[in-house]
């Protein structure tokens, strides 16, 4: 009886033992998940930090060819203004003198027109130049876009292993 007695407080303190050691573990496992999820938290935060940064500087980049473009523009509208007021300055010139320089003033229009058309043609292929690097520009926006994309889902999967992973820990 008293042998009994002994072997079921034996058992008493030996449970207690295992509870007392099996929620120390407990306590250290969810320590140690709640600081992989703190961790987790803080690369979601820099990553997401890192992703509105190089949006914002893209925008910029963005905002400066829209600015670039619109100078262009205006260079294109001032030098097509300039060339139609030479052009009338042309063609008063022509009437006045048309009696005395006939075929001069006809080589001079023949002159500016080519000019013209070369001056026309080369803004025509800046224009062209312009939007092909407009697209690429694009194209690149588009591939760094994808490109971060793909980091994120990387990250995410790696993150979901690490995950998958201390659950498995957790388990055993």
């Given at each position: 009886?008293?042998?009994e007695?002994a072997?079921?407080?034996?058992?008493?303190v030996?449970l207690?033992?295992?509870?007392?050691v099996?929620?120390?573990?407990?306590k250290e496992?969810?320590s140690?998940?709640?600081?992989?999820e703190?961790?987790?938290?803080?690369d979601f935060k820099?990553?997401?930090?890192k992703?509105d940064n190089q949006?914002?500087?893209?925008r910029?980049e963005?905002?400066q060819?829209r600015?670039e473009?619109k100078?262009l523009?205006?260079k294109?509208?001032?030098?097509?203004a300039?060339l139609?007021q030479?052009?009338?300055?042309?063609r008063?010139e022509v009437?006045?003198?048309?009696?005395?320089l006939r075929?001069?003033?006809?080589?001079?229009?023949a002159q500016l027109r080519q000019?013209v058309?070369?001056?026309?043609?080369q803004?025509?292929?800046e224009?062209?130049?312009?939007r092909?690097?407009?697209a690429?520009l694009r194209?690149?926006v588009?591939?760094?876009?994808n490109?971060?994309?793909?980091?994120?889902?990387?990250?995410?999967h790696?993150?979901?292993?690490?995950?998958?992973m201390l659950?498995?820990?957790?388990r055993?």
């Amino acid at each position: 009886m008293v042998f009994e007695r002994a072997k079921g407080l034996v058992r008493k303190v030996t449970l207690e033992l295992v509870y007392e050691v099996v929620d120390e573990r407990t306590k250290e496992i969810i320590s140690k998940i709640e600081e992989l999820e703190r961790k987790r938290e803080e690369d979601f935060k820099y990553l997401n930090q890192k992703i509105d940064n190089q949006t914002g500087q893209l925008r910029g980049e963005i905002g400066q060819l829209r600015n670039e473009i619109k100078r262009l523009d205006e260079k294109i509208d001032n030098q097509t203004a300039q060339l139609r007021q030479e052009m009338g300055q042309l063609r008063q010139e022509v009437k006045e003198e048309m009696t005395q320089l006939r075929q001069e003033v006809k080589e001079e229009i023949a002159q500016l027109r080519q000019e013209v058309k070369e001056e026309t043609g080369q803004l025509r292929q800046e224009i062209n130049q312009l939007r092909q690097e407009i697209a690429q520009l694009r194209q690149e926006v588009k591939e760094e876009t994808n490109q971060l994309r793909q980091d994120m889902t990387q990250i995410n999967h790696r993150i979901d292993t690490v995950i998958q992973m201390l659950s498995d820990l957790l388990r055993k």
